[in-house]
């Protein structure tokens, strides 16, 4: 029993072991077979949305832009040109531009230093009581001399008669200018008496100082200051009014500075020349005007006189007007100024864009191409399509984009 047992035991253990095998094979293969199904799946699905996706692209957005160079010739006028306050329009057969004239008046009043001078020199004077203390009557002299304490000349200023005992009060004045002869009150004795007994006698005593000594330099109004400060302020005032009238000027505006016409209205001064002061004022008026005309008329007057000169089939390219000038002459009286005119520009050959759109549209772009390059009056062209894998230009106009090359 215990030998069957065993047997069945074994072999029941073989008879297991096979199936486990083939499962596991059977589940390996199926796992590849639904990779490789997926693979597929995904590759397809990309390729039918990318060429889904360029055909939307191209039936949608398909694009062309065609650049158009025309034939084009150089032109240049020189003219002489008018500008004038007296016209409000462009006049082409008399080559006449307007003008705005400007006016500004400025006036002022101003303080100028005096730079002359004069020497200012006064002689001390004052009183000098003389004394007469003998018997007799003294007669001085005009022009008797006085010195002080401290030796200052003065001299007396007429003949003088002084009575015995007594005094008289003379009006003296210092012999020389300076302030160092304003002394105050002295003793005085008479020199022309030295060496007799009379210079003891007779003498003098002042009892208030002496005054009015000076000797300096004054400051004095000249003829040459007041010119100077009238035109510095005439100049100044003209400056003034010329920057109020150049800030005006803003593009595309134009004032020629040859245009500016200045006149004094006023101009003067309240003193005289030789008025001892060391400043005075100075007055002045003045008027400028000047005319102010837009640079864009001398391009449109280029423009006009151009255009009777260009062929049949052409036209002018107006932005390609370089136009320049000079002054020539201003006329003040008239509110007129000339100019010697100088412009270049360029005249190009027409074409008919609507028909050329026509001509091109829904073509391959090689064909395209020989049909513009058969147009006399294209120097040169370019044909641009979008995406970048499409060969023909659209049969819609509305996705032709067509570019005039003028510059």
Avoid: C
């Amino acid at each position: 029993m215990e030998s069957s047992k065993r047997k069945f035991t074994d072999i029941h253990r073989k008879r297991k072991d096979p199936p486990e095998k083939k499962e596991r094979v059977s589940v390996s293969k199926r796992k590849r077979n639904v990779r490789i199904s997926l693979a597929r799946s995904v590759f397809v699905g990309v390729f039918i949305l990318a060429f889904g996706t360029a055909g939307t692209l191209h039936f949608f957005f398909a694009r062309a832009a065609v650049s158009l160079w025309p034939v084009t010739r150089s032109l240049a006028v020189q003219e002489s040109v008018k500008v004038s306050g007296n016209v409000q329009a462009i006049d082409a057969l008399q080559k006449i531009i307007p003008a705005k004239v400007l006016r500004q008046e400025k006036s002022a009043t101003k303080l100028y230093p005096a730079t002359g001078s004069i020497a200012k020199e006064s002689k001390a004077a004052g009183t000098i009581r003389v004394f007469n203390n003998q018997t007799r009557t003294q007669i001085l002299v005009a022009s008797t001399r006085f010195i002080s304490e401290d030796g200052k000349l003065f001299r007396s200023g007429s003949r003088i008669s002084i009575p015995a005992g007594g005094y008289l009060d003379v009006s003296v004045s210092a012999a020389e200018t300076g302030e160092e002869y304003n002394i105050g009150p002295s003793n005085f004795s008479l020199p022309g008496l030295a060496g007799s007994p009379l210079y003891t006698l007779i003498y003098g005593k002042s009892l208030q100082a002496m005054s009015g000594g000076a000797k300096s330099e004054t400051s004095v109004v000249t003829e040459s200051d007041l010119r100077e400060a009238q035109s510095s302020l005439e100049q100044d005032l003209i400056k003034l009014a010329q920057a109020d009238i150049l800030k005006r000027a803003i593009p595309p505006f134009v004032i020629e500075e040859k245009s500016f016409e200045i006149k004094v209205i006023d101009s003067f001064s309240s003193v005289k020349a030789g008025a001892e002061l060391a400043q005075f004022n100075a007055t002045a008026k003045v008027s400028v005007s000047a005319l102010m005309f837009q640079s864009g008329d001398l391009d449109s007057l280029v423009f006009q006189i151009a255009e009777k000169r260009i062929s049949e089939g052409e036209r002018i390219h107006e932005k390609s007007i370089q136009a320049s000038y000079k002054v020539k002459a201003f006329h003040p009286e008239t509110q007129a100024m000339d100019l010697d005119l100088a412009a270049s520009l360029n005249a190009y050959q027409d074409s008919d864009l609507d028909e050329i759109m026509s001509s091109i549209r829904g073509l391959k772009k090689s064909r395209a191409e020989g049909i513009l390059q058969s147009v006399s009056s294209l120097a040169r062209f370019q044909v641009d399509l979008w995406p970048f894998w499409t060969r023909s230009v659209p049969k819609d106009t509305e996705n032709i984009q067509l570019n005039l090359m003028l510059d």
